[in-house]
C-alpha cells in the first residue's frame, strides 16, 4: 500500500490529521506531507485544511453535489414529507446537511422556530420572513457548513426544542454511523434537549459502513427515507421508516 493510501486511511479512520503527526509517523519531510495531502485533496480523497487535512464527511456532501443530480429528487421529496410533520408554532432543531437543507426549503409555516447550527440551513431559514431563526454559534466544522465546539454546546443547554431533525451520513442495522468524530457529542446534545427525533437519509446511505456510531435508534420517532428502499428491510428496522415516494430526476 502506498504512503498516500495509508494517509487516507488514517485520515478516514481517525479524523483530522496535522502534518506534523503525519511526517513524524511516516519518517519524511513536512513538505512531502504536503505535497501527499495536496494530491489526495484535488482528487477528492480527504479535505485540505490548515496545518493538515480532515476526512470528507459523508452526511454533509457539498451543495454543488446535490444540484449536479446526486440523489436531488429523493432528498426533495424526503425534505418535503418532513416539513409536513411540522406543526405550527413548534420549535424545532434542524442540523446541516443536503437532506436537512431541503428540510429547511420546504418549511412554509406561519408560526414557526428553528434553531441550526449549520451556515446553509440558516441562510434558507432568512429568506423567511415568518419563522424565527436562533442560530448557534461555535467554530466552524472542517469541509462543511456547520458550527461545532464547546461554545455550542454551552448554548445548546439552555435550550429546550419540541422536534430535532438529523441527517445521516450511514444507517446500519444498530444505529446512525458518521466517517468523523469530530461532532458527535454536539449532535447527542442536541437529541437530548428535543422531546422528539428523526432522522432523514436517502436510500444511498443505507447500507454503508462508517467507523463512529453517533446515535442508535432507541430515542428516535421515525426515519424518512424514498421508496427505493427495499420494503422488507425497512419493516425490519427497529424504528419505523417512513419510505416517501419521488419523482424522476
Known sequence: MSRRQQIAELVEERGFQSVKTLAEHFG???????????RLASDGVVVRTHGGAAAVLADEEPEALT??????????????????????????????????????????????????????????????PHINLVFVGGELLPASTSMWGPMSIQQLET?????????????????????????????????????????????????REALFKVFGFEDFTAGITDDTLDPIRAARFPVPLIRVPHHGR
Open 28 to 38: 519524511v519531510d513536512a513538505s512531502t506531507i504536503r505535497r501527499d495531502l495536496d
Open 67 to 128: 444540484e449536479q443530480g446526486t440523489q436531488r429528487a429523493e432528498k426533495r421529496a424526503i425534505g418535503a414529507a418532513m416539513a409536513e410533520r411540522i406543526y405550527e408554532g413548534q420549535t424545532i432543531l434542524l442540523e446541516g446537511g443536503t437532506t436537512c437543507l431541503e428540510v429547511a426549503r420546504h418549511l412554509d409555516h406561519a408560526r414557526l422556530t428553528v434553531v441550526t447550527n449549520d451556515l446553509a440551513v440558516g441562510l434558507e431559514i432568512s429568506t423567511k
Open 159 to 207: 435550550m429546550r426544542v419540541n422536534v430535532a431533525i438529523f441527517g445521516a451520513g450511514c444507517v446500519m442495522d444498530d444505529g446512525i454511523y458518521a466517517s468523523s468524530s469530530y461532532a458527535i457529542e454536539l449532535k447527542r446534545k442536541m437529541q437530548s434537549i428535543a422531546a422528539q427525533s428523526f432522522f432523514v437519509a436517502d436510500s444511498t446511505k443505507f447500507g
